[in-house]
């Protein structure tokens, strides 16, 4: 388990008030997870910006599951977006349990646009050029 970034816990309160901690972690599973579904080489290309998604998010969109956000970025020259599903850790969890990121996805522009027509994110950026 590895510490990949802190969140800005305010701004990931539209998914639940009673996130415990701002500790990002990834676990040698999830990370094995995320090669596995997209590959060695996205990983190695986007885990450096994986800190930057988390703490200053585009969007945050909530998750279909509890407690869960998809936190996404705009990065590159080409406007891909990098999306991290996340899991917060809440009041409820047990005790040292951290957000944890779950995946990671890469959406090109066209399918970026097309979540955003689909889908109202809980959080948008101020500053955001649409």
């Known amino acids: 388990m590895q510490t990949i970034g ?37 990983y190695e290309q986007y885990a450096e910006y994986f800190s930057f998604v988390l703490s200053d998010p585009d969007y945050i969109f909530k998750d ?4 869960t956000a998809i936190a996404c970025k705009r990065i590159g020259e080409g406007d891909d977006a990098l ?3 996340v899991r917060l850790v809440v ?22 646009a097309q979540r955003l027509r689909n889908n109202v994110p809980v959080y948008k950026k101020i500053d955001i050029d649409e």
């Open 64 to 67: 279909k599951h509890e407690n």
């Open 91 to 112: 009041v409820d969890d047990p005790v040292g349990f951290k957000n944890s990121v779950l995946t990671a996805i890469k959406e090109n522009k066209k399918r970026f």
């Open 6 to 42: 802190y969140i800005d816990v305010e701004k990931y309160q539209c998914i639940s008030k009673h996130i415990c901690t701002n500790e990002v972690i990834i676990t040698p599973e999830r990370v094995r997870h995320i090669k596995e579904r997209r590959g060695e080489d996205f």
């Open 83 to 85: 999306h991290l599903v």
